[in-house]
C-alpha cells in the first residue's frame, strides 16, 4: 500500500512538473507572437496596413502643425524691419558706467605707481575707442565712429596719465541712452572741470536706431570724459562728485535709489 502511495506522488509531481513547463511554453510563444504572429502576419499586435494607417495619420497630423507654424513664423517676420527694431521706447532712467571703476579714488600725484591701477583701467576702457580700430567700420555718417581722439587731452594720448599726474584725473562716464553728462562737486564752492565731448553731450547720432549698424564688429557705444581741475587748495581734501544723466523725462533724484541715472564717488589728491 505505501509503494502504491509513493507510486502516486511521483506521478503527482511529474504531472505538475509537466504542467508547469507546458504554461512557460504557452507565455514565451504568447510573447513571440505578441512581437510577430507568423499565423495573422502582425506585428506588435497589429497587421501592416493598421501600422500604415497610422503612420499616414500621424504624418499628415504632424505636418499641418509644422506648416501652421512656418506660416505663422513667416506672416510675423514679414512685419519686422530687420534694420529697425519693432518698439524703440529708451530707458526711463538709463545706467551710468564710471572708470576708473572705484567709490574713492584716492593717490599722491608725485607717486606714479601710486595711482597706474587707475590709468590702467581708462587704457583699458579705451583701447576699443582708438581711431586705428574705429575706422575700420563704415562711416555711416559717422554713426559708427566714435574714436578716441575726439576725447582730446582726456584720450590718454597727449597725456598718458589721463591728468593724474598733474593731479587732475580724468574720470570716463558712459550713458547708456542718448541723453548728457553734468558732474558737480558736493562742497560750497564750485569745481571747474572739461567735459569731452563738449558740455558732456552725446549727439544722437552716436546712438543709431538701424542695429545693422550697431552690429559691426568695431563698434562701440560713446562715453563721455571729465577732466577734475583741482588746484592746489583743494589737495589733501577729499571732494566728493556727482555725476548724472540728464534729459528730457529721465529720473536722476530719487532719494530711495542713490544709483538711478546718477553716480557719487569721492576724490582725494595728496602730493
Not at 496596413?49 to 499641418?64: A, C, D, Q, R, T
Not at 548728457?180 to 558736493?186: G, R
Request: overall charge positive; aromatic content about 10%; charged content about 30%.
Amino acid at each position: 500500500h505505501k509503494k502504491e502511495e509513493k507510486r502516486e506522488k511521483k506521478e503527482d509531481k511529474k504531472e505538475a512538473n509537466e504542467a508547469k513547463r507546458e504554461q512557460k511554453k504557452e507565455k514565451q510563444d504568447s510573447w513571440k507572437d505578441f512581437i510577430y504572429n507568423p499565423r495573422t502576419g502582425e506585428f506588435l499586435g497589429r497587421t501592416a496596413g493598421s501600422w500604415g494607417l497610422i503612420l499616414l495619420f500621424y504624418l499628415i497630423f504632424y505636418g499641418f502643425l509644422g506648416g501652421m507654424f512656418s506660416l505663422t513664423m513667416w506672416v510675423m517676420l514679414q512685419t519686422l524691419d530687420e534694420n529697425v527694431p519693432r518698439h524703440q521706447d529708451r530707458v526711463a532712467s538709463p545706467g551710468l558706467v564710471i572708470r576708473p571703476h572705484a567709490v574713492e579714488i584716492t593717490f599722491n600725484r608725485s607717486d606714479p605707481e601710486n595711482y597706474k591701477h587707475y590709468i590702467r583701467q581708462l587704457h583699458d576702457l579705451l583701447q576699443s575707442y582708438n581711431d586705428s580700430i574705429q575706422e575700420r567700420n563704415e562711416l555711416c555718417m559717422k554713426v559708427c565712429q566714435f574714436k578716441r581722439s575726439t576725447l582730446r587731452q582726456c584720450s590718454g594720448l597727449p597725456d598718458p596719465s589721463f591728468g593724474f599726474k598733474e593731479g587732475n584725473p580724468v574720470i570716463g562716464l558712459k550713458p547708456e541712452g542718448d541723453p548728457y553728462i553734468n558732474c558737480t562737486a558736493k562742497r560750497a564752492t564750485s569745481l571747474q572741470m572739461q567735459y569731452f565731448p563738449s558740455e558732456g553731450r552725446l549727439d544722437k547720432m552716436f546712438f543709431p536706431n538701424n542695429l545693422s549698424l550697431c552690429s559691426q564688429p568695431d563698434y562701440v557705444q560713446p562715453l563721455v570724459a571729465v577732466k577734475l581741475l583741482f588746484t592746489k587748495e583743494d589737495y589733501n581734501i577729499e571732494q566728493t562728485v556727482e555725476c548724472k544723466v540728464e534729459g528730457s523725462n529721465l529720473r536722476n533724484d530719487d532719494e530711495r535709489d542713490k544709483f538711478l541715472g546718477r553716480v557719487t564717488f569721492r576724490v582725494k589728491v595728496s602730493e
